[in-house]
């Protein structure tokens, strides 16, 4: 069975998708993009401020379901440029502190709303 977990702490889904979706031990969450939560908008337009707010998003998401980023277990990172890797790197460091995730990083050809840069994941009970 599945769960659909939502919350109006973060962007509502932009499309035909659940912010996150719960089946079994495992929490899917969709791409975050650096969007605030009221306004649908960027925050910032530097990947610094977007990739923290991508964060800020998924932490939101997170507790929704009860959990925390402790709870990671996989995360996607996709930037639309590949470039900007450290800058990212250096803003996740501050939210996932020691037994990190596994993680994949990948320069997209184009992002939704033309965002600098998106973040999924997968946290576990």
């Known amino acids: 069975m599945k769960k659909i977990i939502s919350t109006d702490q973060a962007p509502g889904a ?11 031990n495992f929490i899917f969450i969709s791409g975050q993009l650096g969007l605030g939560e009221k306004t649908g908008e960027f925050i910032g337009a530097s990947v610094d401020q977007q990739a923290r707010k991508a964060l800020e998003n998924i932490g939101a998401i997170l507790k929704a379901a009860h959990l925390s980023f402790k709870d990671v277990v996989k995360v996607t990172v996709l930037l639309a440029d590949i470039n900007d890797f450290a800058k990212v790197n250096e803003i996740y460091g501050e939210f996932f502190i020691a037994d990190y995730p596994a993680r994949a990083a990948f320069q997209a050809a184009g992002l939704p709303k033309g965002a600098l840069v998106e973040i999924e994941a997968i946290a576990c009970r």
């Open 14 to 24: 932009i499309g035909p998708y659940s912010q996150a979706v719960e089946a079994g």
